[in-house]
């Protein structure tokens, strides 16, 4: 009985799992986006003063392995433009 339950609420994680994903590879998409855009338009690909706000967020609600998450995030969504790359969605 509780091996059933297990399996069936493991099922709801992987879904959660898979929607988290692809929320992450969006925010990605758009971070490209803004960092294209700035870039372009001569500024700097990283911003300090709103990845301070964005981390200090996750912070608030997760303390430090929240604050471990967002910058592994921002890692990631630095990554193509870091690469030299056009943002997912851009060809
Ligand atoms: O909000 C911006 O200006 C972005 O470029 C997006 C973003 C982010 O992914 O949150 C990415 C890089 C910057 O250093 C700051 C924030």
Redesign the pocket.
Known sequence: MSAQVIEETRKQIDQMDEQILELVER?ISL?GH??RL?IDSGGT????A??NF?IRRYRTRFGKSGASMIMAI?EL??GRIAEGKQPAGCG
């Open positions: 925010r971070s803004i960092q700035r690909r990283v911003e300090h709103r990845e964005v921002l969504c630095r």
